[in-house]
């Protein structure tokens, strides 16, 4: 497999200031019954970073997504965003908090009875603060910045291709215009080239607006392309948090299998350049 252009091209951002946490994960521990999702998970992310969280199936990735968000309590530990514990906010204070950042979830997730205008005029409309004509403003300036034009506005989501899905559901997720945004598989079930593009419109729009991103992933290309550093949970806890090239070294089954294989080794030449580290596997 040759290495796409926009993976080829690791980002070069500044590399986000340590010590400015946006998100404070301590002891986290979430079961669900006997079954035990986490326990004892431990996680900060920096103001400015892409932050990727990556695991196994079943390894709690979305359940740990939705426990900072606040759509599920923890079992125990706890977590504060912008140095506030979601789960102890009054319900005013608890919006007030979730509009600081946007969600984008997995397939999209739009509102199949809703045009594509209407879809990112949602968020704006909930808060019944701006009259009608400027949320509709608003939201086709969305629609431009991740790259579709008014002509897409009237149309429904079944109309849409899986890219102009991600497009639309990207331009809802910006449009209180966030300081933190959470992606949860963002390119599953691209193809090739237009996740090469989405990858470039997260790249921009970080750069552009200031944006700390968390990013569920599977997908190796997306996590070299735009990962500051990578979480990987296993074994119920996050056993590395730091830079791929060091998460490479941690020696642990899943690592090994997930980013020494073929498939990553090709991913990881794209770090070659930047880094003059060695391969993954090399001593």
Request: glycine residues 8%; hydrophobic residues 45%; negative net charge.
């Amino acid at each position: 497999m040759t290495v796409t252009p926009a993976t080829a091209t690791p980002d070069v951002s500044p590399a986000p200031a340590r010590g400015d946490a946006v998100i404070e994960v301590h002891d986290l521990v979430k079961r669900y019954g006997k079954a035990v999702v986490h326990d004892g998970v431990n996680l900060d992310v920096y103001r400015g970073e892409v932050l990727s969280i990556v695991g196994g199936s079943g390894s709690g990735k979305t359940v740990l997504l939705r426990q900072i968000v606040g759509l599920e309590r923890p079992t125990s530990g706890s977590i504060r965003v912008f140095g506030e514990d979601p789960t102890r906010l009054k319900s005013a204070q608890l919006q007030a908090l979730r509009n600081r950042w946007g969600l984008q979830f997995q397939g999209g997730a739009l509102f199949s009875a809703l045009s594509v205008i209407d879809n990112i005029a949602l968020p704006l409309r909930e808060l019944r603060a701006l009259p009608d004509n400027l949320i509709c403003q608003a939201a086709l300036l969305k629609l431009q910045m991740v790259g579709l034009t008014a002509r897409d506005a009237d149309k429904m989501p079944s109309d849409l291709s899986g890219g102009m899905t991600k497009r639309v559901a990207l331009a809802r997720a910006l449009a209180l215009e966030p300081e933190l945004l959470f992606l949860d598989e963002p390119t599953a079930g691209l193809d090739p080239m237009a996740s090469d593009g989405y990858v470039e419109l997260i790249r921009e729009l970080r750069r552009e607006l200031g944006l700390t991103v968390v990013m569920i992933t599977h997908d190796l290309d997306t996590l070299v392309a735009l990962s500051d550093r990578v979480a990987v949970l296993a074994d119920h806890k996050v056993v590395a948090a730091a830079p791929i090239e060091e998460v490479v070294k941690v020696d642990h089954p899943f690592i090994h299998e997930y980013f020494l294989g073929e498939r990553a080794q090709r991913a990881m030449q794209a770090l070659q350049p930047a880094s003059g580290g060695a391969q993954p596997g090399e001593q």
